[in-house]
């Protein structure tokens, strides 16, 4: 028999694809547990398996956060609705993409009222992003249909990323941000470690992800750092953002009370715009080179007494 408090964060639904959908979800909780799916997809990833007893690298840390560390500030700030309300009480609202919708069903979005260019997002997930920059070259129906997928599917149950569980499943519609040239706006990645007292802050810039990715990390002097992760450093370095001062101030306070969190900004001329907090980064088993920088990033973080 199904148990049903395992099936949380997987909505009913009354059409029988998303109620197959459900049932597929919830045997996955009962076929094995978050660790053992945690561990064996980890070593599918990288090779080896986890030390969860005593954590010491990067991506291990991360992972016991996600199996033994139970903040519920971090379902509220991985929910993609939620968040906006947690950020405006923090650093105001001025930095919040302009909302333009939400919708618990891709059928009640009126896509004819919607602007020629705008983003739709699954609050209960990652990566489930339809970036839209041209209403007229999009397949609606299409694109429906993924958006029908989403919301009918737990990421908690696929990568036991704990604080997906609870989330509502919604789509969000947000304004479309675009840069000076009419493209996507750089976004800058703040990976946030502390220990005890201590914060250190690493800044990931990805370049060209569709065409030719390329990926660097700086450090607070805008220093490149000499490692990258999953994809070859850029061939030039990044200028320093004008505005670096500022975003590191909003940095810090979105992340002082956790161990570990990454904070995702845009600078759009001259605005600075917030983009998600992510605490399961890659999902906590990104690979690097060199490989021993998963330990010299480990160093940079603490672990909770408890749970």
Known sequence: MIDLNRLRGVPVRLTTRRQIRRVQEGLKLLWESDEKRIRRKYRGELGRYPDLDNPATYTEKVLWLNLHHRDPRQVVCADKYAV?????????????????????????????????????????????????????????????????EWLCRSYYAHKREWQYRDIPHRLIVERFLEDENGGIPSQYQFFCFRRGEEQTILIQIDFDEHTNHRRDYYDLDWKRMPFTSRVPNAEREAPRPERLQDMLEIVRRLSEDFPFVRVDLFLVRDRIYFGELTFTSGGGMSSFDPPEWDRKLGDLMGLPETA
């Open 84 to 148: 906006r309300e947690w950020v405006a009480e923090r650093v105001g609202g001025d930095i919040l993409v302009p909302l333009l919708g939400v919708y618990s069903d891709a059928d009640d979005i009126d896509f004819d009222s919607l602007p020629d260019a705008f983003v739709i997002k699954a609050t209960h997930g990652s990566g489930w992003n339809l970036i839209v920059p041209d209403k007229s070259a999009l397949d609606w129906v299409e694109a429906k249909g993924s958006l029908q």
